[in-house]
């Protein structure tokens, strides 16, 4: 057990005078200082002038200890002093003194009571060192902490992504082959009986011809980093992917990344679950067009419905092109669709017309929904071909509303103007049928009861398409 205190101070250290004394007490602290009984600093010394400065210690001589500190360090000052007095046990004490240039001043004392004038003598060891690198010890345990939970959440991120993948994806161990990892898709697509592929040997379940087209591709990506995609089937014969590989190293181990894509044209209806499967082909197979656009309206994928409507030959023919091209009023309609899907997320029978390629015009209801796909949103919209239950005019080749709620759908895909103009048709139309059918058909009492020539009621006649004009010649 080291000892405290020496055991023979009176021999070994009997001719030691005070300038001696006072010369091991400034060399062994920091901050020492000689305290009357009580509590009044009457000598002290430090040890560097920076922290002289810092301290401000030059004014200390004649105040009380207690005074020299801050407020919640105080009573730690009573208790040095206290012990000092009652207690032979040397106790460590962090004191903070205030600053005159910073932060305060963090320093260690111990008290010990010095010969039979009530003096006390504090020792202060200097903390700020120490304080500085706790400091910097918490900040690096903090940034750990904050990368640590920056990898937590990249791996959260990385597993939701691996488990909702649609195509197949399956980690190997490159020394034996075996799958170390795979996500639900590749249980789905290799998987017996509803069992995982996890710890089998990779790969299983191809004829023979792809199973070596593996085996070489890995071959070459692990002589060379990276290997070309080869065409794989499944040993059923009936479904054909595009397998790629990828090297890379987790630890001390290298591994295989695989991905199965199906190639194109064909559909991995093995990823897909029977009744979503069921719900594509009805969809593709569905009498009113269906179109998937990026938020931006650019098409994504079509089905048959649509083509037909737009005169199109083929999907690819669709695809990348802003469905605002097809659509009655270009700029107008689709902003309009946007707005309202970005503002509530769906949009319920917008009147519109759909120009096809080849001059082909229809009036159409489309009802869209917004689907958030990551950060951006994508739109479906359902175009129902309207054209047949609705009254058309043979003369203008364009409807005439025949009430309110006809003439508020216009709203968002014409002017202002045009509305108050479509309106005021409309008033004119059903005043000249009403006047008819008090009338009985007789135009000539009908155009006076409008106050109107019968010249003008002719002409208003033939606009609207009222009645049986060839049977009946103009008037002179």
């Not at 009580?38 to 002289?52: H, P, Q, Y």
């Not at 419905?305 to 659509?327: G, H, K, P, T």
Request: glycine share 8%.
């Amino acid at each position: 057990m080291v000892p405290k205190r020496f055991k023979s101070p009176k021999r070994s250290l009997g001719d030691l005078d005070a300038e001696a004394a006072g010369a091991l007490i400034a060399a062994a602290a920091d901050v020492a200082l000689i305290v009357d009984g009580k509590g009044i600093i009457r000598d002290l010394a430090v040890g560097s002038e920076e922290l002289a400065r810092e301290l401000d210690s030059a004014a200390w001589l004649g105040q009380s200890w207690i005074d020299t500190v801050t407020a919640e360090t105080r009573s730690k000052v009573e208790a040095l002093l206290t012990e000092a007095v009652v207690s032979r046990d040397v106790r460590w004490r962090q004191v903070n003194h205030p600053s005159s240039v910073g932060a305060d001043v963090p320093i260690l004392y111990s008290s010990v009571a010095a010969g039979k004038a009530g003096r006390i003598v504090a020792l202060g060891r200097d903390l700020r060192v120490v304080a500085g690198l706790q400091q910097r010890l918490v900040d690096a345990q903090q940034s750990m902490e904050r990368d640590y939970w920056r990898l937590r959440h990249a791996e959260t991120r990385y597993r939701l992504l691996f488990q909702m993948a649609s195509e197949p994806i399956v980690v190997l161990d490159a020394s034996n082959q075996k799958v170390l990892e795979a996500n639900p898709a590749a249980d789905r697509l290799l998987g017996q009986n509803g069992r995982t592929i996890v710890a089998r040997p990779f790969p299983e379940g191809f004829d023979r011809e792809s199973t070596q087209a593996i085996h070489a591709m890995l071959a070459a990506v692990r002589a060379a980093g990276r290997g070309d995609e080869v065409r794989v089937r499944l040993a059923d014969g009936k479904r054909e992917f595009m397998a790629s590989a990828s090297l890379f190293r987790q630890e001390t181990a290298t591994l295989f990344l695989i991905r199965l894509s199906p190639t194109q044209g064909g559909m991995l209806v093995s990823a897909i679950p029977n009744a979503k499967s069921e719900l594509l082909r009805a969809v593709e197979s569905a009498p009113d067009g269906f179109v998937l656009t990026d938020s931006n309206g650019r098409i994504l994928s079509a089905n048959r419905a649509f083509l037909d409507l737009a005169q199109l030959a083929s999907e690819e023919q669709a695809q990348d092109e802003s469905i605002d091209r097809w659509l009655g009023r270009p700029g107008v309609d689709l902003s309009v669709m946007t707005a309202n899907l970005r503002q509530h997320g769906s949009l319920r029978l917008f009147s519109t017309t759909l120009r096809g390629e080849h001059g082909q015009s229809a009036q159409v209801e489309i009802s869209a929904v917004a689907v958030v796909n990551g950060q951006r949103p994508h739109f479906g919209f359902t175009i129902r071909n309207i054209a047949a239950r609705l009254p058309g005019d043979s003369r203008s080749g364009r409807e005439v509303p025949r009430s309110v709620e006809q003439l508020t759908e216009l709203v968002g895909r014409v002017s202002l103007k045009d509305l108050v103009r479509e309106a005021t048709d409309v008033i004119e139309r059903l005043c000249i049928e009403a006047a008819l059918e008090l009338t009985g058909d007789n135009r000539a009492s009908a155009a006076e009861m409008l106050g109107l020539s019968r010249q003008s009621l002719y002409v208003k006649l033939r606009r609207y398409g009222l009645g049986d004009l060839d049977a009946e010649s103009s008037p002179k």
